[in-house]
């Protein structure tokens, strides 16, 4: 299967911990997102990278968040000294986007995510 | 870009039609989108509509776009009860994508 995986599917921890998601997009995809999407709710744009650079992150990302991108290729999310409110499934797509805004449609290839309880 | 609207519930009987509608407030959206999720996990791509096209079929979906109004439906013919989930629009600025809060469309059989 040459899908977007990700790894944990499910992590419960306690408040105050620190906790790591990985993202594998789709091989040949240069653009990597990351969404949280919380019940009853839309993912929620948090950020996300072209190639390894971040070219933007959302205002919900508070500076406990940090992403990265190493080689352009796998990418990870830690959520450091975790809160209740953290609690939520987060999700990565990636999509063949170019450097060109727009060009393509480059529609969003979703994992199945990674859902996050913090006790 | 990322005020995207959509109501909560639909509920059809299997067989019928099913109509999902979505308003969007970005004008400059390239694309636009639905995307279906069923219970524990990620949003699948269904079809998508470029922001020149009013109307684009595939199979039991059609999708219809008024730019004028800013809204967008979805439109699945003989819906079956494989169809429950929740549908999603989304719209795409530049690189950025905007969900919607999506629909819970329930087939009753």
């Known amino acids: 299967d040459t899908g977007v995986s990700q790894d944990p599917r499910h992590k419960i921890t306690k408040r105050g911990q620190n906790v790591t998601f990985r993202c594998d997009p789709i091989s040949e995809h240069n653009r990597l997102y990351w969404y949280r999407q919380t019940l009853g709710q839309g993912p929620e744009f948090l950020t996300y990278f072209q190639n390894e650079a971040q070219l933007e992150k959302s205002r919900l990302l508070s500076d406990r968040f940090s992403a990265e991108r190493p080689k352009g290729s796998f990418s990870t999310l830690e959520i450091q000294r975790t809160e209740q409110g953290d609690s939520a499934m987060y999700l990565c797509?990636?999509?063949?986007?170019?450097?060109?805004?727009?060009?393509?449609?480059?529609?969003?290839?979703f994992g199945e995510g990674s859902r996050l309880t913090v006790l | 870009g990322e005020d995207v609207e959509q109501s909560l519930f639909l509920s059809v009987r299997e067989g019928d039609s099913s109509v999902i509608n979505c308003t969007y407030t970005?004008?400059?959206?390239?694309?636009l989108y639905w995307y279906k999720q069923e219970p524990g996990a990620g949003l699948q791509l269904l079809t998508y509509?470029?922001?020149?096209?009013d109307m684009k079929q595939d199979q039991r979906l059609t999708v219809l776009l008024n730019k004028k109004d800013k809204h967008l439906s979805l439109r699945i013919a003989d819906t079956q009860t494989g169809d429950s989930a929740i549908y999603f629009c989304a719209e795409k600025t530049r690189v950025k994508f905007y969900f919607g809060s999506g629909t819970k469309l329930n087939v009753k059989p």
């Open positions: 797509a990636s999509s063949a986007g170019s450097l060109l805004a727009g060009v393509g449609t480059g529609e969003l290839f």
């Open positions: 970005d004008s400059s959206s390239t694309y």
């Open positions: 509509i470029f922001s020149n096209m």
